[in-house]
């Protein structure tokens, strides 16, 4: 069987022959960042955006990028050319402090490490979600809004909606307020309104989050508002957004989302997406 190609520091390897120094911060305390891009027609979407907040994630961590937003596209493009697959896909940019000594203080001068790689899309189906029970989002902390490689609280979250029989789980925040999904962040209609909740309630602040943000969605204004479940549960539509697709959330907890069909907003959304 072949073994894929990646990107790694440089160079373009095998899957097989790749390797992580057991001493990478980014193995051993999950210290680093990553961004996932949706590859259409070959191409990355939103390039400018995704290479910005991994820029504005690693200022915050005091991780520097050694690398220009020019040398990054061009390993991705190289990849790309590389390999072979569906021209509708992903890539995912993985970024680590480098490798370091035991301890949790970063090294005075980090060697960083990145990894490319390609993959599929996932699933673009309705979603049937639980509310998680067995973590929260920390809105309080800075990493709420990165896209680090801790991603704990999303992994406790989706196993407890596996045994669960659900799709994905709801995450509310340490005030009981919704926060996003699992890997996506959340959208409610009420009437004429189109909601979403703030970063400082714990949301990522998502690519395509923002594009929503951006653009109104068939006519509708749409607001950043903190949101609880009692607003869900009158919402009379609601959907999920990261950068590899749209999803119409049409149940949580077993309960119906408006008449528990893809609403009128996600469908427009979703022809544009």
């Known amino acids: 069987m072949t073994s894929a190609i990646l990107w790694l520091n440089g160079a373009l390897l095998e899957e097989s022959a790749a390797r992580v120094d057991p001493a990478d911060r980014g193995f051993t305390l999950g210290d ?3 961004e996932t891009l949706r590859v259409s027609d070959g191409t990355p979407r939103h390039l400018g955006r995704h290479l910005a907040r991994l820029r504005a994630g690693a200022a915050l961590l005091d991780l520097p990028l050694p690398w220009s937003d020019a040398e990054l596209a061009a390993a991705m493009e190289r990849l790309l050319a590389a390999t072979t697959g569906p021209r509708e896909g992903s890539l995912r940019l993985t970024v680590t402090r480098g490798v370091a000594t035991r301890g949790v203080l970063p090294p005075a001068a980090p060697s960083p490490s990145l990894l490319i790689t390609r993959g599929g899309l996932p699933p673009d189906g309705p979603v049937r979600a ?3 029970t067995v ?13 680090t490689l801790n991603y704990l609280d999303a992994i406790l979250a989706r196993q407890e909606a596996a045994r669960r029989g659900a ?4 995450l509310l925040n340490t005030a009981g307020r919704l926060a996003e999904a699992s890997a996506a962040n959340l959208f409610l209609r009420r009437g004429d309104r189109l909601l979403t909740p703030p970063v400082a309630e714990g949301a990522l602040p998502g690519i ?5 943000l ?10 950043e508002h903190p949101l609880t479940l009692a607003d869900l549960a009158g919402a009379d539509e609601a959907f999920l957004t990261n950068s590899l697709g749209l999803r119409p959330l049409v149940a949580v907890d077993g309960v119906a989302v408006g008449d528990g069909r893809p609403g009128p907003i996600f469908r427009s959304l979703a022809i544009n997406h």
């Open 32 to 34: 680093g960042l990553f």
């Open 130 to 132: 639980v509310v998680a």
């Open 135 to 147: 973590t929260r989002r920390n809105e309080h902390s800075p990493l709420s809004r990165l896209k």
């Open 167 to 170: 799709d994905d789980a709801l």
């Open 208 to 212: 395509a989050r923002a594009l929503v």
């Open 214 to 223: 951006e653009n109104r969605a068939a006519g509708l204004p749409v607001e």
